[in-house]
Nanobody, 123 residues
Framework: QVQLVESGGGLVQGGGSLRLSCAASGRTFSGSAMGWFRQAPGKERQFVAAISSSGGSTTYADSVKGRFTISRDNAKNTVYLQMNSLKPEDTAVYYC????????????????WGQGTQVTVSA
């Protein structure tokens, strides 16, 4: 299994940018698809973006398409989420997750999850 630790969250003004990182330990990182999810207070966990194990394929939620970019560095065992043009509705706890079943699977099929990092966007 892959152990995941997110970082990079914080408070930012609307229109600003943040880059989240997710450091993975374990030999299976390069063979795992990776995803970012978020959960706002009182709401269900929501898919944000995912990337294949090689990094050659990505997918995004419509709400973040064109503003967020997911990438990975398999040499550093790290996946990133660059978030630009942030909006107050992006406020949530952001989680990274690893999947041995591919990127385009439901959250319930992801194998490992990080503890989350808080992102707060002020108006």
């Amino acid at each position: 299994q892959v152990q995941l630790v997110e970082s990079g969250g914080g408070l930012v003004q609307g229109g600003g940018s943040l880059r989240l990182s997710c450091a993975a330990s374990g030999r299976t990182f390069s063979g795992s698809a990776m995803g970012w999810f978020r959960q706002a207070p009182g709401k269900e966990r929501q898919f944000v973006a995912a990337i294949s194990s090689s990094g050659g394929s990505t997918t995004y939620a419509d709400s973040v398409k064109g503003r967020f970019t997911i990438s990975r560095d398999n040499a550093k065992n790290t996946v990133y989420l660059q978030m630009n043009s942030l909006k107050p509705e992006d406020t949530a706890v952001y989680y990274c997750a690893a999947s041995s079943k591919g990127a385009r699977v439901p959250a319930s099929l992801y194998d490992s999850w990080g503890q989350g990092t808080q992102v707060t966007v002020s108006a």
